[in-house]
């Protein structure tokens, strides 16, 4: 079987060159259509609130604070995951969205959220409020450049 694939290159010298040549020229405009990134990201999208009340124990952080929060992402589509911490004074929870949604509209989703949860949240129990962004590139999703 290789003897005739060997056979037929060497009697077919142009067919075979066309091919080498088809195959280059398809590997040019693979590489320039690859999306290469100096510095990739490999953070997934997600979207931190973060909720201080010196004067709550952490029972009450997850009670009064981290659950009225939790149950008012929970209906916002395309979240993959949800974790919360609550701690003295001190409540995190973090949504983690699918990879494909701009992190800003999570963000928007997030605020709206947010002021839904208000309602359910004692008063002087704390503001919610987003966190920073949580990608790669310190704070300026600008810098991405795919061509």
Known sequence: ?????ILFSIKNKFIIGLFTLAL???GIYSLSRLPI???PDITNNQVQIITSSPTLAAQEVEQFITYPIEQSVKPIPKVLELRSISRFG???V???F????DIYWARAQISERLKEA???IPARSGNARNGPDQH?????????SFS
């Open 1 to 5: 079987m290789l003897d005739k694939i």
């Open 24 to 26: 280059v020229l398809v």
């Open 37 to 39: 990134d100096a510095l």
């Open 94 to 96: 973090t949504v983690v």
């Open 98 to 101: 699918e990879e494909e949604v």
């Open 118 to 120: 208000e309602d359910n």
């Open 136 to 144: 790669g590139f310190g704070g300026d999703l600008s810098v991405r």
């Open 90 to 92: 001190l409540s995190v």
